[in-house]
T-cell receptor
Framework: ETGVTQTPRHLVMGMTNKKSLKCEQH?????MYWYKQSAKKPLELMFV???????ENNSVPSRFSPECPNSSHLFLHLHTLQPEDSALYLC??????????????FGEGSRLTVL | AQSVTQLGSHVSVSEGALVLLRCNYS??????LFWYVQYPNQGLQLLLK??????LVKGINGFEAEFKKSETSFHLTKPSAHMSDAAEYFC?????????????FGKGTKLTVNP
């Protein structure tokens, strides 16, 4: 079982659909992240949850709505997306505190295509 | 805020040749620095990290990187490239802006290994 699992791996949706991306970490970490990876752009940090509390929201449009019900699970709810939102969405986890050095553990990503 | 610059979005080497991927960071304090690798259709995997111990850091798959404070550089090297090294490589620096710890990534360098 991999440390960070993302589902679905691929998702195609229309602009009016509502869907969710799911992330689960089996590493006992206390922080989780959503990143967006688009072609020819740096990795963009979207949201950070530390101890299940959102600590960072990098000016992400409201059509993206994160949810962190517990320290092992993270969701990204999607609605009325735009074609430019098509990208690879990466979930990551880390253990903050106790000499945290910033190391992130990534899932394999969810490839989203918005038609 | 911290930033990372990776020189060269594409690097091509022959199998058995030296691999050199360049990374420069901006930081006013000693940073934590990372190299991650991303194989096609996968998430990011940690190659190595610098956390203010030895300036020459050895990672997985024969890669190493040297922290040079005077040059604000953290270049990644491997003496002899293998076909399996073909992937995209990301340099990252830790940032503590805003009270939460996060990684800031460079734009990535795609490595091609020719037979």
């Amino acid at each position: 079982e991999t440390g960070v699992t993302q589902t679905p791996r691929h998702l195609v949706m229309g602009m009016t659909n509502k869907k969710s991306l799911k992330c689960e970490q089996h590493l006992g970490h206390n922080a989780m992240y959503w990143y967006k990876q688009s072609a020819k752009k740096p990795l963009e940090l979207m949201f950070v949850y530390s101890l299940e509390e959102r600590v960072e929201n990098n000016s992400v449009p409201s059509r993206f709505s994160p949810e962190c019900p517990n320290s092992s699970h993270l969701f990204l709810h999607l609605h009325t997306l735009q074609p430019e939102d098509s990208a690879l969405y990466l979930c990551a986890s880390s253990q903050e505190g106790q000499g945290f050095a910033g190391e992130l553990f990534f899932g394999e990503g969810s490839r989203l295509t918005v038609l | 805020a911290q930033s990372v610059t990776q020189l060269g979005s594409h690097v091509s080497v022959s199998e058995g040749a030296l691999v050199l991927l360049r990374c420069n960071y901006s930081s006013s304090v000693p940073p934590y620095l990372f190299w991650y690798v991303q194989y096609p259709n996968q998430g990011l995997q940690l190659l190595l990290k610098y956390t203010s111990a030895a300036t020459l850091v050895k990672g997985i798959n024969g890669f190493e990187a040297e922290f040079k404070k005077s040059e604000t550089s953290f270049h990644l090297t491997k003496p002899s490239a293998h076909m399996s090294d073909a992937a995209e490589y990301f340099c990252a620096v830790s940032d503590r802006e805003g009270g939460s710890e996060k990684l800031v990534f460079g734009k990535g360098t795609k490595l091609t290994v020719n037979p």
